[in-house]
């Protein structure tokens, strides 16, 4: 059984207005601090304090986006099944996205003290509005202000379209900023505009459990867009540079 809050049909409702009237919705202590620290040692135990990047050079300073991803569930963890099965996330799931969606991966994100966080971006191409996945993320330690990492996102951007090529954090200032703490789980629209701040503590960690809408395409996520240009994930490669 996982230690998890209960939602009531009440809370389930105002969590989805929320999440649509803004892009993503913030519900606080959902998981209990037992299942978190068992996240937080795995996770650990596979980065150590200071892994090697994975993306290859022109990622990474294309993107200024310094993170590095693992698949546990994919490596037969089955510790990461929990949340995934989580009754009362999937049937906060099932109110967002509607009957029949389907869950993609499980894929932690990991960034080392004195990396850059991720750049402006969206997750998947807005091109069509129907068509998004769903970051679900759950935060196994506090971001903190002494941390960094946190996450910035424009409210309403995903019904903006395509995140805009030239702007900055100061030019977004209805941007809010939100800094999880341990059991937290963040649902965000794949078309929301969105950010993450350089890290200056220790470590900054969290696991994403995507989904997808039914007829949503599987590799939505494949092609992210940055204010730079369409990356393609699959084959290592800018598809589209923006000016």
């Known amino acids: 059984m996982v ?3 209960t939602l009531s049909s009440a809370d389930i409702e105002k969590a989805t207005q929320q999440f649509w009237k803004d892009g993503f919705v913030v519900v606080p202590d959902f998981f209990g601090p037992e299942l978190m620290d068992e996240y937080d040692g ?31 569930q994919r490596e037969g963890i089955k510790a990461f099944d929990l949340v995934q099965n989580c009754p009362d996330l999937n049937a906060l799931t099932d109110s967002i996205l509607g009957e029949d969606w389907y869950a993609d991966y499980c894929m932690v994100m990991f960034s080392k003290s004195g990396t850059k966080g991720q750049a402006w971006h969206q997750d998947c191409s807005p091109d069509n509005n129907q068509q998004f996945n769903l970051n679900r993320l759950v935060y196994t330690s506090d971001i903190t202000d002494e941390i960094g990492g946190q996450t910035l996102v424009v409210p309403g951007s995903h019904r903006l379209g395509e995140l805009p090529s030239k702007a900055s954090a100061s030019d977004f200032p209805e941007k809010r900023i939100l800094t999880p703490t341990k059991g937290t789980v963040v649902l965000l629209h794949g078309h929301t505009w969105h950010s993450v701040m350089p890290v200056s503590g ?3 960690v969290s696991t994403n459990y995507r989904s997808a809408p039914k007829g949503t395409p599987e590799g939505i996520t494949d092609i992210c867009v940055y204010q730079n240009m369409r990356y393609r994930f699959s084959t290592n490669s800018i598809v589209e540079e923006r000016v």
């Open 3 to 5: 230690d998890h809050k």
């Open 202 to 204: 220790a470590y900054r």
């Open 42 to 72: 795995l996770i650990l135990d596979h980065y150590g304090m200071n892994p090697d990047f994975e993306h290859n050079d022109e990622f990474l300073e294309a993107a200024a986006t310094e993170v590095v991803p693992w698949f546990p």
